[in-house]
């Protein structure tokens, strides 16, 4: 019987996403016994146009060269996959969407600006083909993707978990930060993955996992502006990882610009 064939792309990103593969060790080799592994650039393995199974594609699309090779993994694969922050939302090079001044951006960073071709817009992956499952999280993590591995090679829908840091903050017996330090934790409105990672060791979540289900933003914000925060402070909060995912651009926005000053959080 042939092994199902997999594929890992990368686009705009910092390889965090794919290394979460190469980190899942033993895993990973029992993995390697089960399936084709034909394109990972960062394990060695270069076929770019190769037809799939399954294609997690890593980063956003920043460049109208990622425009086009998007639509041939998406014509290349059963099911694609989009991984992590960048694929999902745009990630934190989607920033430069808040500002709308592409051209000026551009000739303030680069010596030589005319050498440079990219969007006007960031883009997640789904804005330009369909994507059959997204995984949240700047990285994702190695027991998400083993999941979905598992759920698609079984033609079995993959679960996606929407609920909230919280719930996973209280199963792991976190203190809360939010209610004993004051901290402008995310955790409300941020969906889990991460095993609650941030608040276990005493930090504000600061929302790497997107939005969880039907987020109140609006709320946790006025919560952070009651223990002090600015407005660009509580904007920062909002417009970080995952600034273009839709509930935290909302509240975000409101935020935005409206500030006093550049206090840090
Ligand atoms: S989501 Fe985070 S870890 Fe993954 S590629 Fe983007 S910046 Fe790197
Ligand atoms: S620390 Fe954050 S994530 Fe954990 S329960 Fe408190 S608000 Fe929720």
Known sequence: MNKPRIAVHKFSSCDGCQLTFLNLGEALLQLNEQVEILHFLEAGMSDAETEVDIA??????????ELERIQQVRANSRYLVSIGACATSGGLQALRNLEGQHDNWRDAIYARPEFIQTLKEVQPIAAAVQVDLELWGCPVSSAQILAAIRALLFDVAPIDDRDRVCLECKRQQAVCVLVTGAAPCMGPVT???????????????????????????????????????????????????????????????????????????
């Open 56 to 65: 997690f594609v890593e980063g956003s699309l920043s460049t109208p060269n």
């Open 191 to 265: 969906r889990t993955g991460c095993g609650a990672l941030c608040p276990r060791f005493g930090r504000a979540c600061y929302g790497c996992y997107g939005p969880s289900e039907t987020p109140q933003t609006d709320t946790l914000a006025q919560r952070f502006a009651g223990f002090g925060l600015l407005p660009d402070a509580i904007a920062r909060r909002f417009l970080l990882i995952n600034s273009q995912a839709p509930a935290f651009l909302h509240t975000g926005k409101v935020f935005y610009h409206s500030g006093t000053g550049d206090q840090d959080d």
